[in-house]
């Protein structure tokens, strides 16, 4: 019987064919791509800022391809970002509320951190919160706990 069942089996082994894919192509946006295949430590932000600066004089350009320099940002300048975009080339850029672009580069800017904290009758209350970027938020617990007497 094993004999019989190996001589049925022997051909699916020998013959090959051609397999028809059922799969289907998913098409992904470049964006989509960008955020599936970068890292979150890389040189590039992924979200937009809520309250940028920057370090030092810093190129802005008039089209989303950073060809044309149309102006520089100096670190006392306040500026708004308004969209996140990815150019022709794959790289992060953002969209000023001026219609004017820049690289949405980490290794010019920086954000503003925002700390809450709570005095309370007897001292500081159970913790401080930090605000880094727009979607992240953690909490602190302070050293010293107030002495409730």
Known sequence: MRKFLVVLLLPAFIITSRVVSTEKQLPYSSQEIYYLTESDYGFYYK???ESPMVYGETAVYANEDLVKESGKLTPGTTFKIVEWRLNKQGVPVFKLDNHQFIL?????????????????KYGWSRGLLSITAPMMRKKFLPLF???NA
């Open 47 to 49: 979200e937009i800022l």
């Open 104 to 120: 949405a580069d980490k290794r010019w800017s920086m954000i503003k951190v925002k700390f809450k904290l709570k005095i309370g």
């Open 145 to 147: 706990l107030p002495i």
